[in-house]
């Protein structure tokens, strides 16, 4: 009898070790999929692998978390939020070239905050972490770009690109905005 105890026990013990990794991987699972929305599942697509995928999520966050990401100054934040509008104004004029200009426009206050801005795939990555819902909007709007410049681009196109990349700006210019309104600690305890 002690034997047959002694197995049991060590079944019950294993089926539940089985069952809280199963239930710490789901939950970490939820964790990504809450976090990422959207980018989550364009991950998990792309791999083709769950696992996969949100190895590749979890990768992202610790690349980001070792850059030195930080919102614009209050003074840059203002000077790009000026050339915004003037991107904006000046699609009716020249489309293409308003989209050429969101582009760098982006890149600049990319580069401004500390994102490495060298390879493309790589910036959409490393902006996912914190801005998932922006990332494919910016992708969108860097495959129209592309496209505009082999001349492949409608005028519908490149309107849907300009209000892509400026979900991208305002989520650039709303960090600054969240960083120099939000109260600093000793502010919080006066």
Same mark, same amino acid.
């Given at each position: 009898?002690?034997t047959v105890l002694?197995?049991?026990?060590i079944?019950? +013990?294993v089926?539940? !070790?089985? $069952?809280?990794?199963?239930?710490y991987?789901?939950r970490?699972?939820?964790e ?6 959207? /980018?989550?599942e364009r991950? %998990? ?5 769950r696992?996969?995928?949100?190895r /590749?999520?979890? =990768? ?5 978390s ?5 919102p614009?100054?209050?003074?840059? &934040?203002? !000077?790009?939020? $000026?050339?915004w &509008?003037e991107?904006?104004? =000046?699609f009716?004029?020249?489309p293409a070239g308003a %989209?050429?200009? &969101?582009?760098?426009?982006?890149l ?8 490495? +801005?060298d390879?493309f795939?790589?910036?959409?990555n490393?902006?996912?972490v914190e801005?998932?819902?922006v !990332?494919?909007?910016?992708?969108d709007a860097?495959? +129209? !770009?592309?496209?505009?410049s082999r001349?492949?681009?409608?005028t519908e196109?490149?309107?849907q690109?300009?209000?892509?990349y400026?979900?991208?700006?305002d989520a650039l ?5 969240d960083?120099h309104t939000?109260?600093t600690?000793a502010?919080?305890?006066a």
């Open positions: 009898m002690g002694t197995i049991v026990i079944v019950v +013990v089926l539940a !070790a089985v $069952a809280l990794l199963f239930m991987q789901r970490r699972s939820g990504l999929q809450q976090r990422f929305g959207p /980018e989550y991950t %998990v697509e792309e791999s083709g692998d696992r996969g995928a949100e /590749e999520l979890r =990768s992202r966050e610790r690349r980001v070792k850059l030195d990401i930080t614009l100054s209050p003074g840059s &934040a203002s !000077a790009y939020e $000026a050339e &509008a991107v904006r104004q =000046s009716v004029d020249r %989209v050429a200009d &969101a582009d760098r426009l982006v600049r206050m990319m580069r401004e905050s500390g994102y490495p +801005v390879e795939d790589q910036r959409v490393d902006i996912s801005h998932p819902e !990332a494919a909007h910016y992708r860097h495959r +129209v !770009a592309v496209a505009d001349g492949e681009a409608g196109d490149l309107r690109a300009v209000t892509a400026g979900q991208l700006v210019l709303h960090d600054s905005t960083r939000r109260p600690s502010e919080e305890q």
